[in-house]
């Protein structure tokens, strides 16, 4: 699969315009400090669901209700923000919407798929277990299966690296969460539609390590289970159309561990009062754990969400209150 075109993504900027605005950009003296580099931070925590990933569904919903407008419904699978934005641009094109999650999901994302529109099925041990069941739903009901990696989900998600890269150009390197790949694909798409050098830098769970296996590998590499508190990381069966865009454009892929990201987490909180989710967090694990290779650089972070439950944040701020 190839990049988004430059053309793909203003076309998905305009559709993501129309529903809400581009998100801010800031330089964080404290966080510059932290880490001895020049640090912007998208801040993708401030869209209507918290994420980043409101983005994509608002393009997929848009162009699907083009090209099919007699479809019944979609259907998807989710740990949370994709389940939102799907819920949120399902209603406003007047489509049905079910989304399948797995038992233990964080119970405020629930809460919000549901008001925003979604019907909620709980099902699987894991986000692959409760996937392929949608898939089994949707064979069934003759709903339109969402997969967690499209072109169109691509191209949404993109919008933000396209105001980020214009709005701060000469960035050394950007670190991007890795899900299932929309963010990072999106990003590396607008890199190389400007025309940039900025290393793009993938960041994952090291307890969902499956594209940095692959990465490593040269191939898809699977792994047994995905078990990490950052639920927008817990991948453990890479995309494939995603895995040969980051192979192709990705400088590196960067491992962090839970410590790591909790730690990322209250940095954060302490230096700049946003709150980040665990894979929002990670970017900035990440930069920490290569702050030397990075001295004196000028980096961007991407803080895809900040969807965080209560009990996890409270837990995270207790146990590493003196960070």
């Known amino acids: 699969m190839p990049v988004a075109t430059r053309p793909e993504l203003e076309a998905a900027a305009e559709t993501v315009y129309a529903h809400m605005p581009a998100t801010p950009q800031h330089r964080w003296p404290l966080l510059a400090r932290r880490t001895g580099c020049e640090v912007w931070v998208k801040h993708e925590n401030h869209t209507p669901i918290g994420a980043f990933k409101v983005r994509g569904g608002l393009n997929f919903m848009t162009r699907l209700k083009a090209d099919r407008p007699d479809c019944p419904g979609v259907i998807t699978a989710t740990r949370g923000n994709h389940g939102q934005s799907v819920a949120l641009a399902a209603a406003k094109v007047g489509l049905a919407s079910t989304l ?31 996937r392929e069941h949608a898939g089994e739903l949707a064979a069934e009901k003759g709903l339109h299966m969402i997969p967690p990696f499209h072109p169109w989900l691509m191209e949404g998600v993109g919008s933000y690296s396209l105001e980020f890269l214009s709005a ?37 769970a090291e307890n969902a390590p499956a594209y940095a296996l692959s990465f490593d590998a040269g191939a898809c590499v699977a792994t047994n289970s995905a078990d990490t508190v950052a639920d927008g990381l817990a991948c453990r069966i890479p995309d494939p159309d995603a895995f040969e865009i980051i ?61 965080a439950d209560r009990q996890l944040f409270g837990r995270v701020l207790a146990e590493n209150g003196a960070n």
């Open 100 to 130: 399948l999650v797995p038992h233990g999901n964080n119970p405020e994302k629930n809460d919000a798929m549901e008001a925003f529109g979604g019907t909620l099925i709980v099902h699987g041990h894991d986000f692959q277990e409760a």
């Open 168 to 204: 701060v150009p000469d960035l050394d390197a950007v670190y991007v969460p890795i899900g299932m790949g929309s963010g990072i694909c999106g990003m590396i798409s607008a890199r190389d539609a400007l025309g940039l050098t900025t290393d793009v830098i993938g960041v994952v």
């Open 247 to 307: 192979k192709a454009g990705a400088a590196r892929i960067v491992t962090v561990g839970e410590d790591e990201m909790a730690a990322a987490m209250v940095h954060y909180f302490a230096d700049t009062h946003n709150l980040a989710e665990g894979a929002g967090a990670a970017p900035l694990a990440a930069l920490m754990k290569e702050r030397g290779a990075m001295a004196g650089k000028r980096v961007g972070l991407v803080l895809n969400g900040g969807n």
